[in-house]
Structure formats: structure tokens, C-alpha cells
């Protein structure tokens, strides 16, 4: 008995030492990484034990060298900006249209609505390299191309359907008599849905707004083949430093660390929203 | 003032008919419970007095308007549900106040503050008011449901079965509170129900629904002593009325109900004279049953053997074969009987129903 418990211990805390090494080991790295100087990084075999400096974060954001000397300024601010521009305009935009579409799907009837949603999925499970020729031929001859407008645009291939069919999950949970009560209660199709069904789907809402977020800001192929230099993300920033003559590794794990602090945020921010169940209690339990 | 109107309405759902030609006429500040067992078509009907659902065809009339094809908000109809369907993002507080925040109905902060109190008041929820209904348990979400039908003046009230999911101490109690709190409704109620007991004690008239169609609308006394057919006697009374089949003959120029060998003399009467020959079904309410170890010296009685005795408290319930049917009976706590003891099974003869087996059309009630 007790040896058996034990020994269910000691393999629960192997499985999860393993699942974290896999996980955060890579990220443990790229830290380590982004805190070694140019010597450090490139040494082999690695080395653990290292002065740490913030060179690379300097050099970076600031536009210091080694030595606290000033170098030509840095894009990588202005990549940064740009993400977090396209993101969050992305985000809105989806919001706004996927909160309706998911509630139309999941209350009403009407013609070729399961057709309707299955396209909507059907974008997602479409290689995004199958849209992009088409996109990039009409985005050139619209002047799309390059512009935040456009990127937007594209994103929404990524982020809307998503949004949509999870929505319309959480908008299904809802039990239509508490729609049905607050409609015989005194409000319109309106009311209801802006004082009962959207606070109801709070927590969805923050889930699929944190996700979305993060594909949109992680995106790497839309990015890359419809924008340009005035609409560069981080993502396309960090391959840059892929030189033609040598590789800034620590600049690179710099903008890597960087780029991830929105996501972390975020995710800090909402994580206590991605727990379903607000509805208990509703009908009866 | 509020009285309504159903006329020919129909409601199906693709190829089911939910609802088939129901005509419903429920008077002002009347106390109207809708009977019957589940899928009988009783929630529907009410849904589409609140407008929920859609009337297939048919008119609903409020006050004389016709109202079928108005939203629910339109309406001035307040509705408990089954399901209490209370808002779980909201206190207590915001749950009742709900109905009063609508903008069409212009309520200040203050008068939707007291009406809030008013109705936590008569509820006994005034100190649970900052809960959330999760919190709660389901006397106090029932309560909470109640309130928020309460909180405004409806022409109509509408009850989905709003006692069902509590137990039963609770359920009789809330029975007895909504009985006394009838005064504050001060409006017309459609109250919905399977508990044939609920309806007796509650309603002012009673309409018995089943598969959609109404059998029978009466007072209680009406629906439970003169039911208009077998259905509605089945649907009344718990343990349910006992059946037998038998056939009308003549006997020496009076009636009698006849089954086998056994013979029981009915009373005279045109009615029954004109059914000799037909197939009948004898009912017989287990509180009417008396079981006898004496051979009783009147013709009402029939052969029997105890099958079972289960002891409930105050009174018992036998079950006794009669032959192939078994029928039940409520006698004595202290009355033991023992197993396949052969019993009279008496009654008196003013307590004998006549259904006619085909169409179960009643023939004779109580008291004929």
C-alpha cells in the first residue's frame, strides 16, 4: 500500500519534471541566452556559470553597444509597436464581428447555417499557405499591401474563426430560458443579449481574446509575405538578425524575451477568467 | 384586470403536434392550474401565453386584444420557470430588481429600491439579498424566482411547475405560502403542474391537459368527483382510481355490470339502460375501498387476496388481487393482514364510477 503510493509519487514527479524541462527549457535558454555577451553565447560548449549583462537589451531597444556607445538606432521598437498595433486592431475587429456571428449561430435559425459555420472552420484547418497567393495578388492590385489596413485584414483568417466557434460554444451553454425570463421580464432581443448573454460569456470572451491575441501576435507567414518594411512585426524583426556575415544570437534571445512580455501580461491579466462555470447556479444544480 | 382567451390554438413542432385546437377561457384574478402529465403540452401552452413560443395557428386574447403575435416584452406577463432561470451573473437584489431596470419601464433607483425590499419582505429573502443564486439553495432560488414575477404588477402570472425540484416538506410548504400569498399577486395566474395534489389545493378551476389536448376544465370538486372521463379520473387521486372490466347486461329488467361470474347491480337509470352490451371499465377510488374478513350483506363488493401491505405512516396502502386485476386500497396503520388472506373488497354503491371502455366517456360519477 504504501510503497505503491510512493512509488505513484515519485512517477507523478518524474512526468511533471519532464513535461517542464520540455517546456521551459527552451525558454529557460533563450533567457540565458539574452543575458550573455557576445563571447558567452557562441562558446562551446555552452557555458551555465557567466557574468550576466543587458547588453543585448540595450542594443536592442536603446541603441548602446558593448561599451555604452551609441550606434545607429535600433527598429526593433518600432517592429514592436507595429505588432502591438496589428494585434490589437486584429483582436478588435474579430471581437466585433465574432461575438454577433457566434450568438446568430448559436440562437437563431436560419438557411445554411451549419454550412456557414463549417466554412468558418474551414479556414482554420486550410494551410495558410493555400490563401496567401491568391491574397497577395489582390492585396497588390488593391494597394493593401504593406498597410496596417491590410494585415488587419489578413489576420482575420487566424483569428475570427477561432473566435467564432468558441463563442458560440459558450453562447450555447447559455440556457435559453434565462434569455426566455429576460425576455418576458421587459427587454428586447437587444437587451437581452447586452444585459444577460454577453456578461454570461465574459469568460470566453477573455479566453479566446487572449489566444487570438497571441496567434495574431506570433504570426509569422502573413507578416512576412503581405507586409513590408513599413508594417514589419517582431517576428520578422528577429529573423533579422540573422546577418548576412554572422547571427546576433544575443540580440535575437533579447527580442525574443521582449516579445514575449505582452502575451505574459496578458495571460497574468485574464487567467482568472478562463475557468467556465459561471453559469452554475443558473438552473437549478 | 386581466383575462384570458384561447382560441383554436395549435402549436407543432416540425410533424408533432404539441398543441392541438386548445380552447381555454381563464377569467380575471383567477387562480387557473393547468394539469397533466409531462409531454401533455402544459409548458408549451403556457410559453406561448408569454410568447416565448410562436402559436402555430390559433389566437390568444389578452383583455379582449388579440396578443399571439406580439414579443414577450410587449406582453405583460411575469413567468416562473421550472428551471427557476435565474440570472447567475446577479445578487439577489439584481435578480428581483431585473424586471423594473427594463428602459421601457422607467423606474427610479428609489421605487425600484422599494419594491425590491417590499418583495424580499413577503419572501423572507431580505437578508440574502447580496448573494449571488449560486449560493443559494433551491427553496431560496425558487424564492428568488417568485420575486421577480412578483416585483411588478403583470396582468398575467405565469407558474411553469415552479415547485417541482424541491422536496417535499418544502414543496408543501411553498404550496401553503403561495396559497396564502395570493393576495399580493392581485392578478390573473396560470399555474402549470403534474401534482394532481398541488392543483386541488391551489386552483380556483382546474383544466386537465393531455397529449395536447384539454380533457377537462372544472373547479376541483368538479374535475374530482365528476370527471368527464376515465383520463381525468386516473389523473386525480394518488394511489390512483382502480379499474375493473365488464360488460353492461340486464338483469330482471335492471342494469348490472358483469365481469365472469361476478355480478354487481347498478343503478337505474336511462343512460345506463341505453349501454346494456357494452364494454365498461368500474372505477373505484382507494379511499372508498373498505376490506372486509365478514362477507358483507350488500351485492357491492368483489372477491380478493392480499398481496401486499405497505404501512405509510397514519393509513396503509393493500394491494389485493381481484382476480386478474390488482387493486389498491387505503385501510387502517394498525390493521395487519397477512399475506393471501382472502378479503372482501366492499364499498358503498354511491361510490361507484362507469367508464365506457372504448372511448372512456363517463357513464356514472359519484353520487349518481
Same mark, same amino acid.
Given at each position: 500500500m504504501m510503497t505503491s503510493r510512493l512509488f505513484r509519487r515519485i512517477l507523478k514527479a518524474l512526468g511533471l519534471g519532464a513535461y517542464f524541462t520540455f517546456a521551459l527549457g527552451p525558454i529557460v535558454w533563450i533567457a540565458m541566452m539574452s543575458l550573455k555577451n557576445s563571447n558567452d553565447v557562441i562558446a562551446s560548449p555552452p557555458k551555465f556559470v557567466f557574468t550576466p549583462t543587458l547588453e543585448n537589451y540595450k542594443a536592442i531597444t536603446v541603441g548602446l553597444d558593448a561599451h555604452d556607445v551609441e550606434t545607429a538606432r535600433p527598429d526593433y521598437p518600432k517592429y514592436f509597436l507595429n505588432t502591438l498595433i496589428i494585434a490589437s486592431a486584429t483582436v478588435a475587429v474579430s471581437l466585433l464581428l465574432g461575438t454577433f456571428a457566434a450568438y446568430s449561430l448559436a440562437r437563431f435559425s436560419f438557411r445554411f447555417k451549419e454550412d456557414i459555420a463549417f466554412t468558418f472552420l474551414s479556414f482554420r484547418f486550410a494551410p495558410e499557405l493555400m490563401v496567401i497567393l491568391p491574397l497577395y495578388v489582390v492585396f497588390q492590385k488593391t494597394g493593401l499591401i504593406d498597410s496596417f489596413t491590410g494585415l488587419t485584414a489578413?489576420?482575420? #483568417?487566424?483569428?475570427?474563426?477561432?473566435l467564432i466557434w468558441v463563442l458560440r460554444g459558450f453562447f450555447e451553454d447559455i440556457p435559453r430560458e434565462i434569455e426566455q425570463a429576460a425576455r418576458v421580464d421587459g427587454y428586447t432581443w437587444w437587451g437581452v443579449f447586452r444585459r444577460i448573454s454577453l456578461p454570461l460569456v465574459k469568460p470566453g470572451i477573455a479566453a479566446v481574446v487572449i489566444l487570438s491575441f497571441i496567434f495574431a501576435w506570433n504570426n509569422f507567414i502573413f507578416a512576412m509575405i503581405l507586409g513590408g518594411e513599413r508594417t514589419q512585426t517582431v517576428t520578422l524583426g528577429i529573423l533579422g538578425f540573422i546577418g548576412y556575415e554572422r547571427v546576433l544570437w544575443g540580440h535575437m534571445a533579447?527580442?525574443?524575451?521582449?516579445?514575449?512580455?505582452?502575451? #505574459?501580461?496578458?495571460?497574468f491579466f485574464v487567467q482568472n477568467y478562463i475557468v467556465r462555470g459561471l453559469t452554475f447556479g443558473a438552473v437549478k444544480g | $384586470?386581466?383575462?384570458?382567451?384561447?382560441?383554436?390554438?395549435?402549436?407543432? /413542432?416540425? %410533424?408533432?403536434e404539441a398543441v392541438c385546437d386548445l380552447n381555454l377561457e381563464i377569467r380575471d384574478q383567477e387562480f387557473f392550474v393547468i394539469l397533466g402529465e409531462s409531454g401533455a403540452g402544459k409548458t408549451t401552452t403556457l410559453k406561448m401565453i408569454a410568447g416565448i413560443e410562436p402559436v402555430t395557428s390559433g389566437a390568444i386574447l389578452l383583455n379582449g386584444q388579440p396578443i399571439q403575435n406580439l !414579443?414577450?416584452?410587449? +406582453? %405583460?406577463? =411575469? $413567468?416562473?420557470?421550472? !428551471? /427557476? =432561470?435565474?440570472?447567475?451573473?446577479?445578487?439577489? /437584489?439584481? @435578480?428581483?430588481?431585473?424586471?423594473? &431596470?427594463?428602459?421601457?419601464r422607467r423606474t427610479t433607483d428609489d421605487q425600484i429600491d422599494q419594491a425590491v425590499?417590499?418583495?424580499? &419582505?413577503?419572501?423572507? $429573502? %431580505? !437578508?440574502?439579498? %447580496?448573494?449571488?443564486?449560486?449560493?443559494?439553495?433551491?427553496?431560496? +432560488?425558487? &424564492?428568488? =424566482?417568485?420575486?421577480r414575477a412578483l416585483v411588478r404588477q403583470p396582468a398575467v402570472f405565469l407558474m411553469d411547475e415552479p415547485l417541482s425540484h424541491l422536496d417535499a416538506r418544502l414543496r408543501n410548504e411553498m404550496r401553503t405560502e403561495i396559497k396564502a400569498m395570493r393576495e399580493s399577486f392581485g392578478s390573473t395566474i396560470v399555474y402549470v403542474t403534474h401534482d394532481y395534489s398541488e392543483a386541488l389545493a391551489l386552483g380556483d378551476r382546474i383544466a386537465? $391537459?393531455?397529449?395536447? +389536448?384539454?380533457?377537462?376544465?372544472? !373547479?376541483?370538486?368538479?374535475?374530482?368527483? &365528476?370527471?368527464? @372521463?376515465r383520463l381525468v379520473a386516473e389523473t386525480l387521486g394518488d394511489p390512483p382510481m382502480n379499474f375493473l372490466s365488464g360488460t353492461i347486461s340486464l338483469d330482471q329488467d335492471r342494469s348490472v355490470f358483469t365481469n365472469g361470474s361476478w355480478r354487481i347491480p347498478l343503478p337505474a337509470s336511462p343512460r345506463l339502460r341505453r349501454c346494456v352490451g357494452k364494454e365498461v371499465c368500474l372505477g373505484l377510488r382507494p379511499q372508498h375501498i373498505r376490506l372486509e374478513r365478514a362477507r358483507p350483506d350488500t351485492p357491492f363488493w368483489l372477491p380478493s387476496k392480499l398481496f401486499v401491505q405497505e404501512l405509510l405512516g397514519d393509513h396503509a396502502v393493500a394491494s389485493v388481487a381481484v382476480g386478474d386485476y390488482l387493486f389498491m386500497a387505503l385501510c387502517e396503520a394498525d390493521q395487519a393482514y397477512s399475506l393471501d388472506e382472502p378479503l /372482501?373488497?366492499?364499498?358503498?354503491?354511491e361510490h361507484m364510477y362507469l367508464f365506457l371502455e372504448d372511448t372512456g366517456e363517463i357513464l356514472l360519477a359519484e353520487g349518481d
Amino acid at each position: 500500500m504504501m510503497t505503491s503510493r510512493l512509488f505513484r509519487r515519485i512517477l507523478k514527479a518524474l512526468g511533471l519534471g519532464a513535461y517542464f524541462t520540455f517546456a521551459l527549457g527552451p525558454i529557460v535558454w533563450i533567457a540565458m541566452m539574452s543575458l550573455k555577451n557576445s563571447n558567452d553565447v557562441i562558446a562551446s560548449p555552452p557555458k551555465f556559470v557567466f557574468t550576466p549583462t543587458l547588453e543585448n537589451y540595450k542594443a536592442i531597444t536603446v541603441g548602446l553597444d558593448a561599451h555604452d556607445v551609441e550606434t545607429a538606432r535600433p527598429d526593433y521598437p518600432k517592429y514592436f509597436l507595429n505588432t502591438l498595433i496589428i494585434a490589437s486592431a486584429t483582436v478588435a475587429v474579430s471581437l466585433l464581428l465574432g461575438t454577433f456571428a457566434a450568438y446568430s449561430l448559436a440562437r437563431f435559425s436560419f438557411r445554411f447555417k451549419e454550412d456557414i459555420a463549417f466554412t468558418f472552420l474551414s479556414f482554420r484547418f486550410a494551410p495558410e499557405l493555400m490563401v496567401i497567393l491568391p491574397l497577395y495578388v489582390v492585396f497588390q492590385k488593391t494597394g493593401l499591401i504593406d498597410s496596417f489596413t491590410g494585415l488587419t485584414a489578413a489576420y482575420q #483568417l487566424i483569428t475570427l474563426p477561432f473566435l467564432i466557434w468558441v463563442l458560440r460554444g459558450f453562447f450555447e451553454d447559455i440556457p435559453r430560458e434565462i434569455e426566455q425570463a429576460a425576455r418576458v421580464d421587459g427587454y428586447t432581443w437587444w437587451g437581452v443579449f447586452r444585459r444577460i448573454s454577453l456578461p454570461l460569456v465574459k469568460p470566453g470572451i477573455a479566453a479566446v481574446v487572449i489566444l487570438s491575441f497571441i496567434f495574431a501576435w506570433n504570426n509569422f507567414i502573413f507578416a512576412m509575405i503581405l507586409g513590408g518594411e513599413r508594417t514589419q512585426t517582431v517576428t520578422l524583426g528577429i529573423l533579422g538578425f540573422i546577418g548576412y556575415e554572422r547571427v546576433l544570437w544575443g540580440h535575437m534571445a533579447a527580442a525574443t524575451m521582449i516579445c514575449v512580455i505582452p502575451e #505574459l501580461i496578458l495571460a497574468f491579466f485574464v487567467q482568472n477568467y478562463i475557468v467556465r462555470g459561471l453559469t452554475f447556479g443558473a438552473v437549478k444544480g | $384586470m386581466a383575462d384570458i382567451v384561447l382560441e383554436h390554438v395549435r402549436k407543432c /413542432y416540425g %410533424d408533432h403536434e404539441a398543441v392541438c385546437d386548445l380552447n381555454l377561457e381563464i377569467r380575471d384574478q383567477e387562480f387557473f392550474v393547468i394539469l397533466g402529465e409531462s409531454g401533455a403540452g402544459k409548458t408549451t401552452t403556457l410559453k406561448m401565453i408569454a410568447g416565448i413560443e410562436p402559436v402555430t395557428s390559433g389566437a390568444i386574447l389578452l383583455n379582449g386584444q388579440p396578443i399571439q403575435n406580439l !414579443t414577450p416584452e410587449e +406582453r %405583460d406577463c =411575469a $413567468m416562473v420557470f421550472e !428551471t /427557476y =432561470a435565474l440570472y447567475p451573473h446577479l445578487s439577489v /437584489y439584481e @435578480n428581483i430588481a431585473f424586471p423594473l &431596470r427594463a428602459p421601457k419601464r422607467r423606474t427610479t433607483d428609489d421605487q425600484i429600491d422599494q419594491a425590491v425590499l417590499r418583495v424580499a &419582505r413577503i419572501l423572507g $429573502m %431580505d !437578508t440574502f439579498l %447580496d448573494r449571488r443564486p449560486a449560493t443559494l439553495s433551491g427553496g431560496q +432560488r425558487q &424564492r428568488v =424566482a417568485l420575486g421577480r414575477a412578483l416585483v411588478r404588477q403583470p396582468a398575467v402570472f405565469l407558474m411553469d411547475e415552479p415547485l417541482s425540484h424541491l422536496d417535499a416538506r418544502l414543496r408543501n410548504e411553498m404550496r401553503t405560502e403561495i396559497k396564502a400569498m395570493r393576495e399580493s399577486f392581485g392578478s390573473t395566474i396560470v399555474y402549470v403542474t403534474h401534482d394532481y395534489s398541488e392543483a386541488l389545493a391551489l386552483g380556483d378551476r382546474i383544466a386537465i $391537459m393531455h397529449r395536447g +389536448r384539454v380533457e377537462q376544465v372544472g !373547479t376541483p370538486s368538479q374535475v374530482f368527483r &365528476r370527471p368527464q @372521463n376515465r383520463l381525468v379520473a386516473e389523473t386525480l387521486g394518488d394511489p390512483p382510481m382502480n379499474f375493473l372490466s365488464g360488460t353492461i347486461s340486464l338483469d330482471q329488467d335492471r342494469s348490472v355490470f358483469t365481469n365472469g361470474s361476478w355480478r354487481i347491480p347498478l343503478p337505474a337509470s336511462p343512460r345506463l339502460r341505453r349501454c346494456v352490451g357494452k364494454e365498461v371499465c368500474l372505477g373505484l377510488r382507494p379511499q372508498h375501498i373498505r376490506l372486509e374478513r365478514a362477507r358483507p350483506d350488500t351485492p357491492f363488493w368483489l372477491p380478493s387476496k392480499l398481496f401486499v401491505q405497505e404501512l405509510l405512516g397514519d393509513h396503509a396502502v393493500a394491494s389485493v388481487a381481484v382476480g386478474d386485476y390488482l387493486f389498491m386500497a387505503l385501510c387502517e396503520a394498525d390493521q395487519a393482514y397477512s399475506l393471501d388472506e382472502p378479503l /372482501y373488497l366492499a364499498w358503498a354503491p354511491e361510490h361507484m364510477y362507469l367508464f365506457l371502455e372504448d372511448t372512456g366517456e363517463i357513464l356514472l360519477a359519484e353520487g349518481d
